[in-house]
């Protein structure tokens, strides 16, 4: 079987723009195996030449923001506006990762008879495997310190948004990395992601998708103790205490959950609002959402584009159908895998809108009586990656945040992703952390060595 290409299609009006490659077995292993090849050199490479080589592919990415920005708003649908921001992520998080390999430093660990020294080892090839709902981010928050950290990489993108990678990989030759240090390997998860878990080469696996995927490459994994990050599902409550600002609360509602059409792991797609002023709160909610602007996303005031597929639109459809539908936005009726903004009335914990990740724009609301009962809500789910809350109560803030079994969370805030501050999941979201200091130490395994005198 030779390598055979893929479609790309235009979620915004579902037509075919381009073709790429979908590599096979024998071209997946050809890369990983270069990636082998090129390892030592790369780990030799002096760390203050390293970390100009990555600020420089960190310039040579913000010389490209608005070429990049453009293939994300044809390719996956995303508001221009988000398309830039994440750009200049990838370049954000190179710039931060290019200060590690100068700063990446072992400890001096006092011992009898001699020195005794730890060393952070890069681990080798590094497999990362990324979703389509945040193709660049995602990416950078993998190859950013893996490669600061020494290693080597290879990359799948998702099939459906293969392009800005393919031109990530582009740029960093262009910026002088090394053949091999860098390589995209496009093609189907089940080939090509596969090969990263199976190759005995690889040595990590950086997984960010599904939890039901996520499982199986960490039981595929086990075979030969090789690293995992994974970065899965999340089902994350957005908690309004009577005592919030309800006004703000509710301005900023729909974006954190229809920010992207719905399609973030970290959307708070549970809206959990104290009974004494829920009425109130989705009084105040409604006009929010109506008014969020669905619409051509390469359109500058775009708040949200289309679904990522036919396929994926039916799914979320399947939520709506038969549930207590309190209101809705608009959405274009042209072709394109349009949906509206839609917030549903969750009359038990049982609703499968509640329980499950959508993965769309759609928001799951119930009402609460107390603290206690908020956490509860909160944390009866098998997900924990991130949430919110909103009081003026510091004390209850504090109490929430420390009750709430999640890996991020704001309070009177929607912000989960900071490059320098880490990022993941408890519970069946995940496993390690991405971004900050964390995240580099993750691609280093440490050498302890003594020295006898
Ligand atoms: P998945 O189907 O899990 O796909 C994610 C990636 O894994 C794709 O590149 C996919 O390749 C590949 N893949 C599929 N099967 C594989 C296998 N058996 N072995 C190795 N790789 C495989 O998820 P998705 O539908 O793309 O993304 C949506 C899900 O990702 C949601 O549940 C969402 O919550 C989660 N997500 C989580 C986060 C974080 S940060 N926690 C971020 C984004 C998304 P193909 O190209 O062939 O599909």
Redesign the pocket.
Known sequence: MGNMTTEVINPSTGAVFTTVPSLDLAATDAAIERAAQAFPAWRAVAPGDRARLLRRFAAVVDAHIDELAGLEVRNAGHTIGNARWEAGNVRDVLDYYAGAPERLSGRQIPVPGGLDVTFHEPLGVVGI??????PMP?AGWGFGPALAAGNTVVL?????TPLTAIRLGELALEAGLPEGVFTIVP????I???R??THPAVRKVC????????K??MA?AADQVKRVT?????KSSNIVFADADLEKAAASAPGSVFDNAG????ARSRLLVQESVYDKFLALLEPAVKAFRVTDPARTDAEMGPLISAS?RKTVETYVEGSDVAFRGDAPKTDGWWFPPTVLLAHSTDDPHWRE?V?GPVLSVLPFTDEEDAVRLANDTEYG?SGSLWTRDLGRALRVSRAVETGALSVNSHSSVRYWTP???MKQ??LGR?LGPDALLSFTDVKNVFMAM
């Open positions: 495997i990324v979703p389509w709902n945040f995602i799948k993108p998702a099939e459906l093609g189907k998860g089940s090509v992601g596969q990263f878990v997984f960010t998708g599904s939890t039901e995927v996520g199986s490459i595929g994974l970065e899965l599902g999340g399609q973030d792991c970290c994926h990740e993965f990656l990022f993941g999941g979201s995940g991405e």
